[in-house]
């Protein structure tokens, strides 16, 4: 609930594989219905949704997410199977007619969350999982969105340097010394390079993945050339994702 707004999610729940069915959305401002809807999806027409969590937190929360004073609803799901796919709808009542917005935010999902006086989704890029590794050994740099009063959603990831520099000293654990490491760093050391760009340090970062590549001490199994393949690999694809300016 929030002030005159009640929303419910009902659900029916099973033994066996499809363990939900019937998702139903239900939102009312006081005793009016505004919605009264099976729960649907661009991604597909929700038959296999599952409630945030699988049913262990709740699926639905009210929050100003743009700060003009009225709380839009963000309905949590997940499409189930492996790797894929945590999508939030955002419900916003604002206007004549209730409008609704999603964002698949992929494996990684989003939290909702207050940075810098400013309520978020934070997240991670999924665009990274199987780029330069396997998905175990790949990582995903933060990524920070926000829903503006416009009803889209804006990366903002470049507004919170001190999340990023936190995200990128996480990776950097991990693969600050490829040589002794036993996995393989390929997919850590994307991932903090990535911060590291946004950062505004993509030259810094880029000198040093030079370095690990002329000692050999990214090979991981594979040879010498394939060091400096990966580097250019991984400059190519910051650039094409907008890390780098």
Avoid at 47 to 76: C, H, I, W
Avoid at 145 to 153: D, H, L, S
Avoid at 213 to 233: C, I, M
């Amino acid at each position: 609930t929030a002030g005159a707004f009640t929303a419910t999610l009902s659900y029916v729940k099973h033994a066996t594989f499809p363990t939900y069915s019937k998702l139903h959305l239900t939102v009312r401002d006081g005793s009016r219905v505004v919605i009264d809807a099976p729960v649907t999806s661009t991604k597909d027409n929700g038959a296999d949704f599952v409630p945030g969590g699988f049913g262990a937190r709740k699926s639905l929360d009210f929050r100003d997410l743009n700060g003009d004073g009225t709380d839009e609803l963000v309905l949590s799901l997940y499409t189930d199977g492996a790797h894929c796919c945590s999508i939030d709808q955002v419900f916003d009542f604002s206007g004549a007619h209730p409008r609704k917005v999603e964002k698949d935010f992929g494996d990684p999902g989003a939290v909702v969350e207050t940075l810098g006086g400013q309520v978020v989704f934070r997240s991670a890029d999924d665009s990274f999982a199987y780029t330069f590794t396997d998905y175990a050994d790949s990582a995903l740099p933060i990524q920070i969105w926000r829903y503006t009063r416009a009803g889209t959603f804006e990366n903002v990831t470049r507004s919170y340097p001190a999340a990023i520099a936190k995200d990128a000293a996480s990776w950097w654990r991990y693969g600050k010394n490829p040589a002794k490491s036993q996995r393989d760093v390929r997919g850590v050391l994307a991932a903090w390079a990535a911060d590291e760009s946004l950062l505004g340090h993509a030259a810094a970062a880029k000198g040093t993945l030079d370095r690990f590549a002329a000692a050999g001490s990214l090979e991981n199994g594979f040879g010498g050339p394939e060091n400096a393949a990966y580097v250019r690999a991984l400059w190519r694809f910051l650039a094409r994702h907008g890390y780098l300016r």
